[in-house]
């Protein structure tokens, strides 16, 4: 009964614990945004500069509250935008570097164009894609463009660095090409693939928004130049935290997803005896 109690207290008590440790642990990275923001306030206040010069976080502040709908109606057309085009690098980019690691064939041909397409900047494709297709495609194509490269490249790095030896000791022992790539080699890439899967969600945001730029109706791009060529400064500021939140929510979805496959990359690799 005694050892029982003992026992229990710290399990009752252990997730408030790790929630306060958690907290702790990302209160330095919160602490830096707040004071810039509160030395920005105060510098609003000391100076007094005009509000299309530079708004006051206040401004910017008000600016999210009054123009909600304004920004919310832009800031689906980007998140549509972006969705689709990772949507569309992941599958190229993912069906491309399985087929590059595979065949030294594919690869030869394949990777000098693969690395041709990031040697031209994306704003000089931009207009191109904008003559071509139409409002949509456009962007996302853009969107896709500038986040298949990370996702080719890690994708090829992680199969071909799977240790060779667990696939030759697999098929010593029996198993078939595709059991030996179903349960090894593509499951040890994956940490690697993550890698490239987080880049191209915040990749992918910036494409669509340079598309955007260069011609469209609607979307945060779009509202930004719009904003600033008429002086709305502060509407400009607060699309931009939209897009600043939306590559954010991204990387953190795809962080999430990391986590569901692999989740024995984030756990300790020793016993926390400290906090027992």
């Not at 041909?109 to 040697?119: D, K, R, Y």
């Not at 011609?215 to 935290?241: H, K, M, P």
């Amino acid at each position: 009964m005694t050892t029982e109690r003992i026992s229990a207290a710290p399990v009752a008590g252990g997730w408030p614990r790790r929630a306060g440790r958690r907290l702790l642990r990302w209160l330095p990275a919160l602490i830096l945004p707040l004071v810039g923001l509160v030395v920005w306030q105060l510098a609003c206040w000391a100076f007094s500069p005009r509000e299309w010069l530079l708004p006051s976080p206040f401004d910017i502040a008000g600016s999210l509250w009054d123009d909600r709908s304004t920004l919310w109606f832009n800031a689906r057309a980007t998140i549509r935008e972006t969705l689709v085009g990772l949507t569309l690098a992941t599958v190229l980019g993912l069906g491309l570097a399985i087929a590059m690691a595979a065949l030294r064939t594919v690869d030869r041909i394949a990777g000098p164009w693969v690395v041709a397409s990031q040697t031209l900047p994306v704003i000089a494709l931009a207009p191109f894609f904008g003559i071509w297709l139409d409002y949509g495609p456009a962007q996302v194509m853009t969107a896709a463009l500038i986040s298949f490269f990370p996702i080719v490249v890690t994708g090829i790095d992680g199969l071909r660095g799977v240790d060779p030896t667990l696939s030759e000791s697999a098929r010593t022992l029996g198993a078939g090409r595709f059991w030996v790539w179903r349960r090894i080699t593509f499951p040890g890439a994956l940490p690697s693939l993550f890698s490239g899967l987080k880049l191209a969600a915040v990749f992918a945001v910036t494409g669509a928004i340079v598309a955007e730029y260069i011609g469209a109706d609607r979307g945060l791009g779009y509202l930004t130049r719009i904003a600033t060529s008429q002086f709305e400064t502060s509407l400009a500021f607060a699309a931009v935290f939209w897009l600043g939140a939306i590559g954010f929510a991204l990387y953190l979805i795809v962080g999430g997803i990391e986590r569901l496959a692999l989740p024995y990359r984030h756990r300790p690799t020793r016993p926390d005896w400290r906090h027992r």
